[in-house]
Each structure stands twice: as C-alpha cells, then as structure tokens.
C-alpha cells in the first residue's frame, strides 16, 4: 500500500469500460482478461475502487434496496456475473463471449497479486473456511501475499474491531465473503477506513476455494444449471433461486416500456 497514505474512495475511474444500464445498474461490458488488466492497473494507483459482481439475485435485490443499488451505480466496475445478466444484457444487442464469474475472478485477482507483489485479505464465510481457502490459493499461486483470513460470523459489536485488525494489515485486495447485500455494504462502509485498491464481495468463492463445497462441472455450466446445482447441494439456496425469475419478470417489464 502507499506509505501510510489515506486513499480517496473514487466512484468511476476515467478507465472504466463501456456499461449497459440493467434494472438501474450500470454492468460492465466486458471479458475476464479486460477486467484483469483493469485491476492490475488500479493496483498501482493511490485509490480505493469497489469492483463488485453483479448477478441476478444483486440487481434484483437492488430493485427494492435503495443503498445496495446506490453502491452498484459507484462502483468503479461491475461484472456480469450470472447468465441471467448476460441474457439481459442480450435483450439490449449485447453479446459476451461469458460470464465474469467471482469464482474465477477471485483466481485471476489473487495471481495478478502474486505477480505484481501486492497482498489479500479473504473475510468471511464460516470459522476455519477462509483460512483453509488461504493456502489453497498460496499453494496455487506461488509467492501470493495473504494480509490475513477470518470468519465472518462476528457479532454486531464485534464489527469495529474486525474492521481496526483489517485495516492494520493494509490489504491492496479485499475480498468479503459474506453475502449479498452485507458484503457490498460492508465494503461501502469501511472503504475509507480500512484504505483497500480493491475491493470485491465473493458470496461462496470461498467455500468452493477452500474445497468444502465443490463447483458445478463445466458440463453443467455449460448447460447453464449451476442453479440446480447448488440447490442440490445446498437446498437454503432455493431462496436465491426464486429470484430468477422474479429478476427476469423485471427485465421483461422494463425493455417492454
């Protein structure tokens, strides 16, 4: 990080990529190496940058979650993470070549980490998990600076002092893992304080990273069930399932207007 510098939260870098507006929220149109580059650039830059995913489950929860969608319309990039976002952004002539999934992009950050020397804090998921995902990765990608790792099952009163231990360990990426929309405005909050280049909400990434939950096959992906897929691993999913199609109503009204 800079030498003892407080960085400036910015809400849209003069680099940001082209955007299409979905359900209010400006989602990036772009590939997993365009946004790479993008982060191996703000790496090197005294700002602090929200880079989030936006899946169908975010934006749909944005439509009545005025903060969440606040935080999306700031962020220095949004991904389109989910199919359900890549066939909105089709309805508007946009064609992606894939998702820009957090899984992967977790990966991709912390090997451009590694390459270019810079550190990563995971927060988040349950006891032990982070932890576990930390020497997956280092083990992956050699050299990986890891700031520090913990649960994010913390009581409320407990949330400053995680957030003190967070900053002290000066994080170039920080990667939260805790949900949305808690994760997005956890980042929010704390941007300032805590003085991150980059910083991203995970969701699950963490338990797949870790190998206490396994990833839908390629197969399955490429037939566009990982839905199903993690409902079957995990039926609490279903409640974010349910959204699909609540999400797609949305879109559908909307381009109908």
């Known amino acids: 990080m800079g030498e003892g510098k407080v960085m400036e939260p910015v809400a849209m870098p003069a680099s940001a990529p082209q955007t299409r507006d979905v359900l209010g929220v400006p989602v990036g149109i772009v590939t997993m190496a365009e946004t790479l580059d993008l982060a191996r650039t703000w790496l090197h830059e005294d700002q602090s940058r929200l880079l989030l995913t936006s899946d169908s489950q975010g934006i749909y929860l944005a439509q009545t979650d005025a903060e969440l969608k606040a935080i999306y319309q700031r962020a220095a ?40 020397g810079k550190s990563v804090y995971l927060l988040g998921s349950s006891p032990g998990v982070a932890e576990l995902a930390a020497k997956a990765l280092q083990s992956q990608f050699v050299g990986l600076r890891i700031a520090g790792a913990r649960d994010g099952y ?104």
């Open 154 to 257: 913390y009581a409320n009163h407990e949330e400053e002092e995680v957030v003190k231990d967070v900053a002290a360990t000066r994080p170039d990426i920080l990667l939260v893992a805790m949900g949305i929309p808690r994760q997005e405005k956890f980042l929010a909050k704390y941007q300032e304080q805590i003085g991150y280049r980059i910083g991203m909400g995970i969701g699950g990434s963490l338990d797949v990273l870790s190998g206490q939950v396994k990833r839908a096959p390629r197969v399955v992906q490429a037939l566009r069930m990982e839905w199903l897929w993690r409902v079957v691993l995990n039926p609490k999913k279903i409640s974010k399932v349910a959204t699909l199609p609540k999400f797609a109503m949305c879109v559908l009204r909307e381009r109908s207007r």
């Open 77 to 116: 990039l949004n991904t389109p993470d989910s199919y359900g976002v890549v066939w909105a952004l089709r309805r508007q002539g946009i064609h992606l070549e894939d998702r820009v999934t957090g899984v992967d992009l977790v990966s991709g950050l912390c090997e451009v980490a590694a390459q270019e």
